[in-house]
T-cell receptor, first 114, second 112 residues
């Protein structure tokens, strides 16, 4: 596609449930990034992939968060046992390669945990 | 620590005015800065970037100024239009050069 796409666009879940968020980067972009944006806040970096590997997972808020990327393309961010504080917009971005390249963002997934 | 902040959370201007949005950063080693525009319900959209070997860069109706001495960045929008209404974020690379660090944003409101 022409840009980064994310699905679902909105997700409402109950506390304690697991959710999976998906990101399709721009074709040819080897780097992929996940950010979280809480209401009225800036973006908080979570994790990035160069190819299929994630060199640094320290940005993930807790061990309930995990991410994977297969085939150097699609990535999924999984949140297990969701909590109300996980409610936020989860944004995905991609760039040609990691480090020093402009990141292009998708529209985000709005997650609401009741 | 690394942080990127904006001087004002909101800015209201009249259509046709010039807008200036400011940003202060803390990492003196940062060499690349980006301005993003985020409209309601959308992801951030790249506007313009600047590297530390420059102090000014111009785009279409936008200019970014970088003052490394005081670690200050600004975005100037000429002849502001209602479609410019959005939240504007400045961002810099983290020390590893992989993740972007964003400020909290300035909400620009343009009235006709």
């Amino acid at each position: 596609g022409a840009g980064v796409s994310q699905s679902p666009s909105n997700k409402v879940t109950e506390k304690g449930k697991d959710v999976e968020l998906r990101c399709d980067p721009i074709s040819g972009h080897t780097a992929l990034y996940w950010y979280r944006q809480s209401l009225g806040q800036g973006l908080e970096f979570l994790i990035y992939f160069q190819g299929n590997s994630a060199p640094d997972k320290s940005g993930l808020p807790s061990d309930r968060f995990s991410a994977e990327r297969t085939g150097g393309s699609v990535s999924t961010l999984t949140i297990q046992r969701t909590q109300q504080e996980d409610s936020a917009v989860y944004l995905c971005a991609s760039s040609l390669q990691a480090g020093g390249e402009t990141q292009y963002f998708g529209p985000g997934t709005r997650l609401l945990v009741l | 620590g690394e942080s990127v902040g904006l001087h004002l959370p909101t800015l209201s201007v009249q259509e046709g005015d010039n807008s200036i949005i400011n940003c202060a950063y803390s990492n003196s080693a940062s060499d690349y800065f980006i301005w993003y525009k985020q409209e309601s319900g959308k992801g951030p959209q790249f506007i313009i970037d600047i590297r530390s070997n420059m102090d000014k860069r111009q785009g279409q109706r936008v200019t970014v100024l970088l003052n490394k001495t005081v670690k200050h960045l600004s975005l100037q929008i000429a002849a502001t239009q209602p479609g410019d209404s959005a939240v504007y974020f400045c961002a810099e690379w983290d020390r590893a050069g992989t993740a972007l660090i964003f400020g909290k944003g300035t909400t620009l409101s343009v009235s006709s």
